[in-house]
């Protein structure tokens, strides 16, 4: 019985890299039809896994992935998958195309080829990034797109490190933003505290690649871009809850945040303390 699997949430950064967290829970179904494409599909499995895979040319074998490992697909040859248990990942999908455009910006002449690893294969770091998203999905239309921009661009220069046959150097500017780059891209952030913002608007405000101008926002600021912005509203946020009578849900909305809860989370996150909590030990 063919079964697409349940699409729990979708998060789509600036690059044309996607995430999603996928779910089946039912056994002794098959994936449907896998249509070719010039990309690669990375799943970080979330519980275990056991599924029969067969890929052209081969045998059908049998996959037992663990919570935590990884299976990389290239769909230029898709597999049939099915499986004999329930399954829950977070799956990237990666175009060939924003490899080679991402190469390209750091400099590299060769046709981009990932030689990927087998199922149920460990890196620590695609983990990393994969799980990091994984409260994000929680509250998907209100991510912010610089973090996801953010995951997109260092899963990039990962894969192209570990996985390409020939050697691509991603580099690291020995620069960050000159003095007025990193003014401007300050104040068109500060400026939209209240908004959504990704790491492709701010590179074009200052005439860079996105991946070009994470990597030198990095560098001048000892911070990714996401980070930075988010310290702004915690700052916006305090200075609200100091000097003025807004309520929280007030300060939330006027601050980029999804509602009083999302504020109240990374508030506490960041600050140590609950937004109410430091109110109140300010005004005594």
């Given amino acids: 019985m063919e079964d697409p699997p349940t699409l729990i949430a979708h998060l789509a950064s600036d690059r044309p890299i996607t995430f999603s967290q996928l779910r089946v829970d039912f056994a002794g179904r098959a994936l449907g039809s896998i249509p070719a494409e010039t990309a690669y599909s990375i799943h970080l499995h979330l519980r275990d896994t056991l599924f029969d895979l067969r890929e052209e040319g081969h045998k059908s074998r049998q996959e037992r992935p663990k919570a935590g490992s990884l299976c990389f697909f290239d769909l230029q040859s898709p597999p049939d998958i099915f499986f004999e248990t329930s399954f829950h990942t977070i799956r990237s999908h990666v175009p060939l195309l924003a490899l080679q455009e991402f190469a390209r910006e750091a400099g590299a002449r060769r046709q981009v080829v990932l030689q990927p690893p087998s199922s149920g294969a460990h890196d620590p770091i695609i983990r990393h990034l994969l799980a990091c998203l ?21 899963l990039e220069a990962h894969l192209l490190q570990r996985y390409a046959t020939s050697v691509i150097a991603v580099p690291t500017d020995r620069y960050g933003l000159s003095p007025w780059q990193e003014r401007r891209v300050k104040e068109v952030m500060s400026a939209s505290l209240d908004k959504d913002i990704s790491v492709a608007q701010l590179a074009s405000e200052v005439g860079l690649s996105t991946s070009h101008f994470a990597r030198a926002f990095r560098k001048a600021t000892g911070r990714p871009p996401h980070r930075w912005f988010l310290e702004q509203r915690i700052e ?6 100091l000097n003025s009578q807004m309520s929280l849900g007030e300060i939330a909305e006027a601050c980029g945040f999804s509602d009083q809860s999302h504020l109240t989370r990374v508030f506490a996150r960041m600050v140590g303390i609950s937004p109410g909590a430091w109110r109140r030990a300010r005004r005594r």
């Fill in 236 to 241: 916006t946020a305090q200075g609200l809850l």
């Fill in 134 to 154: 994984h409260p994000a999905f929680e509250s998907a239309e209100h991510t912010n797109s610089l973090f996801v921009d953010h995951v997109a661009l260092a």
